[in-house]
């Protein structure tokens, strides 16, 4: 019990780490949260720095979901530790799920900075690539062609994030194939992407009003997207 508690404290504060807060802080003095669409995202920061900054920030809160899944999650994980797991789901995915759950909450609701980050997208990303590539993969070739189709970074994510599950169930039920931890996967990354979709409710309205606004150009620094 002692050692869920510490690795989900460090996810959490992995997590927490406010990348977009810190480089706009540090590099233009003032905090991206105070410009565009308000929160501590890549998208925003692409937005008002343009897209040099908002790839880095993207970058670095994929490896906050990577980092507690992949390293915080190994750190705690021993064979050899009485589990006690009466569930049927794969024990160390589960301390993978739940170290990449604490990493998203963090970023969202960042400790070091008033519990307002971003949106949990890039960070989520980066939990189901330590987690599941495969998968992972194809969650990023349909944000590309919808945001390619339509410019929209939120719609885009949406999709990615409803992507990773629907993945899963179609390669593991009607390709046949071998999906490792299937249970697990299937249980959590429904749970993560409704979170993501959940966090993007303003977005969704926008989009059903036809208000949200879209990126036109990756050239400038001033972008129009709210996401």
């Not at 905090?31 to 008002?48: H, L, M, P, Q």
């Not at 970058?59 to 990577?66: E, F, N, Q, T, Y």
């Not at 569930?87 to 170290?99: H, K, N, R």
């Not at 969704?204 to 972008?223: A, D």
Request: charged share 15%.
């Amino acid at each position: 019990m002692v050692n869920m508690v510490i690795v989900v404290l460090l996810s959490y504060i992995v997590g927490s780490i406010p990348t977009s807060i810190m480089l706009s802080k540090w590099r233009h003095g003032f905090d991206i949260r105070e410009k565009g669409s308000g929160y501590a995202g890549g998208t925003n920061v692409f937005r008002v720095l343009g897209w040099k900054s908002g790839v880095f920030v993207i970058i670095m809160d994929m490896l906050k979901g990577v980092i507690a899944t992949t390293v915080i999650a190994r750190l705690f994980w021993d064979p050899t530790l009485p589990f006690y797991n009466r569930t049927p789901f794969d024990d160390f995915t589960i301390i993978q799920m739940i170290c990449g759950g604490a990493a998203i909450i963090g970023h969202v609701w960042t400790v070091f900075a008033g519990f307002r980050g971003g949106k949990g997208i890039a960070t989520g990303a980066g939990m189901l690539l330590g987690i599941a590539p495969t998968e992972f993969i194809v969650s990023i070739l349909v944000f590309a062609v919808v945001f390619y189709s339509f410019r929209y970074v939120s719609l885009g994510s949406i999709m990615a994030a409803i992507a990773f599950p629907l993945s899963i169930v179609i390669r593991h039920n009607i390709l046949s194939d071998e999906v490792h931890s299937y249970k697990t996967l299937i249980f959590f990354s429904t749970g993560v992407a409704l979170f993501l979709v959940y966090s993007h409710r303003a977005n969704i309205k926008r989009l059903l009003e036809g208000t949200e606004r879209k990126i036109t150009s990756f050239g400038s620094k001033k972008q129009t997207d709210v996401a």
